[in-house]
């Protein structure tokens, strides 16, 4: 037997994936004769874009471009984004202001909307689809031919087992064979004096499951942001949000999806409740928040419903999600001018800085105050609000006013005052938690800065005329409202990728030959051979099972003193490479070659 032929019977049993064959193999078993007729010569430059096609689109790079996507997405569960929270970003901004630029401009703000996450996305999609396109036609190829015919060679295979029955017919044998195969749920197939078999095409089925819904997964994320839209709105205790693009702090559209296209709903946020651990090492965490609410859809906010939004419990309405994304407390106030006028009178939102909620927060009175003189200004406030205020003079000192608890158990603010311009009208987006003081001038009392720290009912009397009364706290909730169409879909298809990813580990595919061949004498020897990629297959078992089976109709002649059971030579033979020839691999003697 040559070289040649042992090759080629290996390649023929070996080959059991049904993945394109990698174009690097054909050009090594072409490479030599190449080089022995002209020498090396250039691909060109359809060649390099040939190649650079294969790599793009080999399982190997879609591989490690799933890789990157998942790193990719790290910094967004690291770093606040602002379609999910735009109060934590605000909060960054104000507390990194070198590190802030800096993330803005590489996007770790909206990763998910990044130059370089989308180029990952899309590189990732081209080598899915060209990859799935090809292996997919060659799986149904495979599905709708024959499994290969047995080699001429059966005794070269890892598994093998062969015995002589004298005075049985091979067609019987053959038929029996074929029987049991069946019965164990092989595709069988008969190839001239050979039954050939295949069984496990579920692994590929898998494989190629498991991919496809990744693919599925992409186009349901790129559907999503084509075609959804998302908006953030933070609402007071008591007051109500509709859904419409002038009542949202943060309206992010798509494409495809613009505030026409808003649906009809609203919701009033009732109560907002929260609790915290307060004791133990874990003291401080968050235990629960809800937010209860009453809504509507449509245009009649008479009509309401019920409901208590949770994290991770969002509030389904009409098409749209209501998801519970952060939460602080709004101090309120009531400020009059010189003439006893009350010129303001309602809660402002405060930021969060840190897990004890303290909190910075910006009062704003754009008109309406008249100071002693007549005079018609603006008035100011910065304020650091803490819901249980420290009172160790020694850490007030060192850290500054802060909370040492998230709930409301002391609650104190302490105000700074400023009258002027607050540059409202200037053009310039300005932020609610943040007062510009460049055209404004501090209150001072004995000149010294104006500075007041006040529980609830506590006031003070502005130099300029007129009173500043902290008349209680309220509690806001940040909202996202998202519609994203592709997210069933998305669901179906990672469901789906998880149940191809268990056919893709668990399914062993392998083949079983038995070829029967009755001699001159009228002796029937008998061989089966058995072929799995997996280590993990019970080949052995599996065959030498079929081989005790099939002596039924094909009784082994008395073996010799020195001859292995069919099951044990079985077993023995999967130790054998294909290459080498084993010394006694079945019951009986081993055909001459």
Same mark, same amino acid.
């Given at each position: 037997?040559?070289?040649?032929?042992? +090759?080629?019977?290996? !390649?023929?049993?070996?080959?059991?994936?049904?993945?394109?064959?990698?174009?690097?193999?054909?050009?090594?078993?072409?490479?030599?004769?190449?080089?022995?007729?002209?020498?090396?010569?250039?691909?060109?430059?359809?060649?390099?874009?040939?190649?650079?096609?294969?790599?793009?689109?080999?399982?190997?790079?879609?591989?490690?471009?799933?890789?990157?996507?998942?790193?990719?997405?790290?910094?967004?569960?690291?770093?606040?984004?602002?379609?999910?929270?735009?109060?934590?970003?605000?909060?960054?901004?104000? @507390?990194?202001?070198?590190?802030?630029?800096?993330?803005?401009?590489?996007?770790?703000?909206?990763? /998910?909307?990044?130059?370089?996450?989308?180029?990952?996305?899309?590189?990732?999609?081209?080598?899915?689809?060209?990859?799935?396109?090809?292996? +997919?036609?060659?799986?149904?190829?495979?599905?709708?031919?024959?499994?290969?015919?047995?080699?001429?060679?059966?005794?070269?295979?890892?598994?093998?087992?062969?015995?002589?029955? @004298?005075?049985?017919?091979?067609?019987?044998?053959?038929?029996?064979?074929?029987?049991?195969? !069946? !019965?164990?749920?092989?595709?069988?197939?008969?190839?001239?004096?050979?039954?050939?078999?295949? @069984?496990?095409?579920?692994?590929?089925?898998?494989?190629?499951?498991?991919?496809?819904?990744?693919?599925?997964?992409?186009?349901?994320?790129?559907?999503?942001?084509?075609?959804?839209?998302?908006?953030?709105?933070?609402?007071?205790?008591?007051?109500?949000?509709?859904?419409?693009?002038?009542?949202?702090?943060?309206?992010?559209?798509?494409?495809?999806? +613009?505030?026409?296209?808003?649906? &009809?709903?609203?919701?009033?946020?009732?109560?907002?409740?929260?609790?915290?651990?307060?004791?133990?090492?874990?003291?401080?965490?968050?235990?629960? /928040?809800?937010?209860?609410?009453? /809504?509507?859809?449509?245009?009649?906010?008479?009509?309401?419903?019920?409901?208590?939004?949770?994290?991770?419990?969002?509030?389904?309405?009409?098409?749209?999600?209501?998801?519970?994304?952060?939460?602080?407390?709004?101090?309120?106030?009531?400020?009059?001018?010189?003439?006893?006028?009350?010129?303001?009178?309602?809660?402002?939102?405060?930021?969060?800085?840190?897990?004890?909620?303290?909190?910075?927060?910006?009062?704003?009175?754009?008109?309406?105050?008249?100071?002693?003189?007549?005079?018609?200004?603006?008035?100011?406030?910065?304020?650091?609000?803490?819901?249980?205020?420290?009172?160790?003079?020694?850490?007030? @000192?060192?850290?500054? &006013?802060?909370?040492?608890?998230?709930?409301?158990?002391?609650?104190?603010?302490?105000?700074?005052? /400023?009258?002027?311009?607050?540059?409202?009208?200037?053009?310039?987006?300005?932020?609610?938690?943040?007062?510009?003081?460049?055209?404004?001038?501090?209150?001072?009392?004995?000149?010294?800065?104006?500075?007041?720290?006040?529980?609830?009912?506590?006031?003070?009397?502005?130099?300029?005329?007129?009173?500043?009364?902290?008349?209680?706290?309220?509690?806001?909730?940040?909202?996202?409202?998202? +519609?994203?169409?592709?997210?069933?879909?998305?669901?179906?298809?990672?469901?789906?990728?998880?149940?191809?990813?268990?056919?893709?580990?668990?399914?062993?595919?392998?083949?079983?030959?038995?070829?029967?061949?009755?001699?001159?004498?009228?002796?029937?020897?008998?061989?089966?051979?058995?072929?799995?990629?997996?280590?993990?297959?019970?080949?052995?078992?599996?065959?030498?099972?079929?081989?005790?089976?099939?002596?039924?109709?094909?009784?082994?002649?008395?073996?010799?003193?020195?001859?292995?059971? &069919?099951?044990?030579?079985?077993?023995?033979?999967?130790?054998?490479? &294909?290459?080498?020839?084993?010394?006694?691999?079945?019951?009986?003697?081993?055909?001459?070659?």
């Amino acid at each position: 037997m040559t070289a040649e032929e042992r +090759t080629a019977d290996e !390649r023929a049993a070996e080959r059991l994936s049904s993945a394109p064959v990698d174009d690097s193999e054909l050009d090594a078993g072409s490479g030599a004769g190449g080089a022995g007729t002209g020498g090396e010569v250039g691909i060109g430059f359809l060649g390099w874009l040939r190649w650079g096609w294969r790599q793009l689109t080999s399982m190997r790079t879609a591989l490690i471009l799933l890789f990157l996507l998942s790193l990719a997405a790290v910094p967004g569960s690291l770093v606040p984004q602002t379609s999910a929270s735009p109060t934590n970003v605000a909060a960054f901004v104000t @507390k990194h202001h070198t590190l802030a630029p800096i993330y803005q401009k590489l996007g770790l703000f909206h990763v /998910y909307s990044s130059f370089w996450f989308s180029a990952i996305y899309i590189l990732l999609f081209v080598s899915l689809a060209g990859c799935i396109v090809p292996r +997919t036609w060659q799986f149904v190829g495979v599905l709708r031919s024959a499994p290969p015919a047995a080699p001429r060679h059966l005794v070269r295979l890892p598994v093998y087992a062969t015995w002589r029955s @004298k005075g049985s017919d091979a067609e019987k044998t053959l038929a029996a064979a074929e029987t049991l195969l !069946r !019965r164990r749920r092989f595709r069988v197939a008969r190839s001239g004096d050979a039954i050939t078999s295949e @069984k496990g095409y579920l692994r590929e089925v898998g494989n190629l499951l498991f991919h496809i819904s990744l693919f599925g997964m992409l186009l349901a994320f790129a559907f999503s942001k084509l075609f959804g839209g998302m908006g953030t709105v933070v609402v007071i205790e008591g007051k109500a949000f509709s859904n419409n693009v002038s009542q949202y702090d943060d309206f992010m559209p798509s494409t495809f999806y +613009t505030g026409d296209d808003l649906t &009809p709903f609203g919701f009033k946020l009732d109560k907002f409740e929260a609790a915290y651990q307060s004791s133990g090492p874990q003291i401080g965490n968050p235990t629960m /928040y809800q937010a209860n609410v009453s /809504y509507w859809v449509g245009s009649d906010p008479t009509k309401t419903k019920t409901a208590s939004i949770q994290e991770n419990h969002p509030l389904e309405v009409d098409g749209s999600n209501v998801y519970l994304t952060a939460h602080g407390y709004a101090p309120a106030f009531q400020v009059t001018d010189a003439k006893g006028d009350v010129i303001f009178n309602g809660p402002t939102p405060c930021l969060p800085q840190d897990a004890n909620l303290s909190s910075t927060c910006a009062i704003k009175v754009n008109d309406g105050y008249v100071d002693n003189t007549g005079t018609a200004t603006q008035l100011g406030f910065s304020g650091i609000f803490t819901p249980t205020a420290a009172t160790d003079p020694t850490s007030i @000192k060192t850290m500054g &006013p802060h909370s040492v608890f998230p709930d409301l158990a002391d609650p104190e603010i302490y105000v700074n005052a /400023y009258h002027g311009d607050l540059g409202d009208n200037s053009g310039v987006p300005q932020s609610i938690y943040e007062l510009d003081t460049k055209h404004m001038t501090q209150y001072t009392l004995s000149g010294q800065p104006l500075t007041f720290a006040l529980k609830p009912g506590q006031g003070f009397k502005l130099p300029s005329g007129g009173t500043v009364t902290f008349t209680g706290v309220q509690q806001w909730a940040n909202f996202t409202v998202a +519609t994203n169409p592709g997210s069933s879909w998305a669901l179906i298809s990672a469901l789906a990728a998880v149940l191809g990813l268990i056919g893709s580990l668990f399914v062993q595919r392998r083949r079983i030959w038995v070829r029967a061949v009755t001699g001159e004498d009228g002796t029937t020897v008998v061989e089966l051979a058995g072929l799995a990629r997996s280590e993990s297959a019970r080949i052995a078992e599996e065959l030498a099972a079929l081989a005790l089976d099939l002596q039924d109709t094909a009784p082994a002649d008395a073996p010799s003193a020195d001859a292995a059971e &069919p099951a044990e030579a079985a077993e023995e033979a999967e130790e054998v490479e &294909p290459t080498d020839e084993p010394d006694t691999v079945a019951a009986g003697t081993t055909p001459k070659e």
